[in-house]
């Protein structure tokens, strides 16, 4: 049996924390001893607790990647645990701690696609990046081909880096009268890159072509009003309801007909619109970051091109109008889901990596 650690520095609950509870729940416990340390007062301990694994609470870690503080408590921990794999999670501090042992193999999942800035994809400092992440990195996790294009571009060795889907457990499905009107939603944090903005000026385009559609945004974040001052603009005050913050997101995915992402700024391999997909919710989304990866277009949805709201209106527009189409493609979105993006597929993709890891495979 081997034991690992995972370390994570998220107070909150985000895409991170899911696919780590989803590993939780369904790694092999026969294989594998798994510990998770968290920052003190994550909301995660208590659903790590629920599954009936150990967790390991410390001071001085939460939403940072870097302290010697923390390096030395990790230290500590890994002396006394004495784990044959440390897992990071934007927690570097883990990875530097891990590094002071010679037995302990150490892995990191970067979790995120962005453009990377100048300052560490160009000269020196794609040097400097790519020296240290290699250094104290065994085998790098990246949660989409676009995240691993990311660490490339910024000097991370090719050789290291494993490309594991994120994967969600499914939703059930509601049995629900059809929508009077076709519902368009969107689940994001209302930031600038979620392009929020292009989705309601699609919205507006299939109103002016006579096309009825509703949208829902769910989700709180800074862009809150420039996104309310916009629907007033485009006088969609009667067309988008904002729902805030949804806690219930099965009931969400079921009351909506299509799945709409517009990221342009970050987005690895989206949640939501997997958790749509198992329940069969096709999506349009932007060719940004891991959409393509979870989207294929003309298959399960259709990608449109970042930041083009007379694409988005196209695409939206060709499944409405031909439900053969959007039929076809709520069949698709539950086989391809069941086949790729289940939580069970990704917890033993992830198991494959730890193994092949530890008998110097790969």
Do not use: W
């Amino acid at each position: 049996m081997y034991k690992v650690i995972n370390v994570i520095s998220d107070l909150n609950i985000g895409g991170a924390g899911k696919c780590l509870l989803n590993f939780l729940k369904y790694h092999n416990n026969d294989k594998f001893e798994i510990i998770t340390i968290i920052p003190r007062g994550s909301l995660l301990k208590e659903h790590i607790i629920s599954l009936g694994k150990k967790v390991i609470e410390i001071d001085g870690l939460a939403d940072k990647s870097f302290d010697i503080k923390v390096i030395k408590k990790l230290k500590q921990i890994f002396k006394e645990e004495k784990p044959d794999i440390v897992h990071s999670h934007a927690a570097f501090s883990a990875r530097i701690a891990a590094k002071s042992f010679k037995s302990i193999k150490t892995v990191y999942t970067r979790h995120s696609v962005f453009e990377p800035s100048k300052k560490i994809s160009k000269g020196i400092g794609k040097v400097i990046n790519g020296a240290i992440n290699n250094y104290f990195s065994d085998r790098i996790i990246a949660v989409a081909d676009a995240a691993k294009d990311n660490l490339i571009k910024t000097g991370v060795n090719k050789e290291k880096i494993v490309v594991i889907k994120n994967g969600v457990e499914p939703l059930n499905k509601i049995e629900r009268e059809e929508n009077e009107v076709f519902t368009l939603g969107i689940a994001a944090r209302l930031t600038e890159v979620k392009g929020h903005i292009y989705i309601l000026e699609a919205v507006k385009k299939l109103l002016n072509d006579g096309i009825n559609v509703k949208l829902k945004i769910a989700g709180t974040g800074p862009y809150e009003d420039i996104i309310k001052k916009k629907i007033s603009e485009l006088k969609l005050n009667d067309i988008v309801e904002m729902l805030g913050f949804v806690e219930d997101v099965e009931t969400f995915n079921n009351s909506i007909d299509l799945n709409i992402n517009a990221s342009f700024g970050t987005e690895a391999t989206s949640l939501s619109l997997l958790e749509g997909m198992s329940i069969g919710l096709p999506a349009v989304v932007s060719d940004f970051g891991g959409n393509p990866g979870v989207i294929y277009n003309g298959i399960n949805g259709f990608l449109f091109e970042s930041k083009n709201s007379t694409d988005l209106y196209n695409k939206i527009r060709q499944i409405i109008t031909n439900n053969d189409v959007y039929q076809t493609m709520k069949k698709n979105c539950l086989d391809i889901f069941n086949r790729e993006f289940t939580a069970k597929i990704m917890s033993k993709n992830i198991e494959n990596l730890y193994i092949d890891l530890m008998k110097g495979r790969g």
